[in-house]
């Protein structure tokens, strides 16, 4: 799959997008590669930057009212979520605020990884990845594999999610059939994270040095 950024640039600097189901361990397989050196575009990490955005909030104002803020004036990330999932109009509603903001900053940040000599390839941590077209920015998608009993498990420790919250949440997204079928590369992570440590280096090696230029 080619990137975007990679086709402009001309450079063969990786960025690795990473995909899977709610608790499959994105984040962990992430935090890994910024281990071994690469740079972390963190869509949700944007996302909470973007809420706190005056543009932002008036649109969202406009939109759900003063029921999706705190009292301090700023978005109540829990009364959003409340207010658009399970809601397909409302989700979608969020997704045209937010989504083009946060691609235009994903963009900005993985061209300046990429000038950084110091930097072997950028990951992007990203749970709608495919949903909101983001790929197209990647060199390379790993799917991370992880069994349902495991991710519920997962998320329910983590964030105290239910199975329906859970459920909910990966039900607005893609299949995870869909998901494996668009990644040529993948990683399983259903037993220890020293497992999955092992699996990611292997991966990184791998990318990295087909990456590497002439």
């Known amino acids: 799959m080619p990137s975007v950024l990679m086709a402009k ?5 990786p960025v690795i997008g990473l995909v899977g189901g709610v608790g499959a361990g994105k984040s962990t397989a992430a935090a890994e590669l910024v281990r071994l050196g690469c740079a972390l575009v963190d869509a949700d990490a944007i996302g909470h930057e973007l809420l706190r955005r005056k543009v932002v ?6 939109r759900w009212g003063a029921g999706v803020f705190s009292p301090d004036g700023e978005v109540s990330r829990k009364a959003l979520a409340a207010a658009v999932f399970g809601s397909p109009d409302d989700l979608k509603a969020l997704n045209r605020i937010m989504h083009p903001r946060m691609r235009r900053e994903m963009e900005r940040r993985i061209a300046k990884a990429r000038r950084d000599p110091n930097v072997p390839a950028v990951v992007i941590d990203a749970a709608v990845l495919l949903e909101a077209g983001w790929d197209d920015l990647c060199s390379h998608v790993v799917f991370v594999r992880a069994p349902a009993c495991v991710r519920a498990r997962r998320v ?21 059939d869909r998901k494996a079928k668009r990644c040529y590369l993948a990683v399983v992570n259903s037993s220890s994270v020293s497992h999955l440590r092992r699996q990611v280096r292997t991966l990184f090696c791998r990318i990295v040095h087909a990456a590497e230029c002439p």
Do not use: M, V, Y
């Open 9 to 13: 640039s001309g450079t063969c600097k």
């Open 57 to 62: 909030k008036r649109e969202l104002r406009r």
């Open 156 to 176: 329910h420790a983590s964030r105290g999610w239910d199975r329906k919250t859970w459920r909910s949440r990966e039900n607005s997204q893609i299949s995870l």
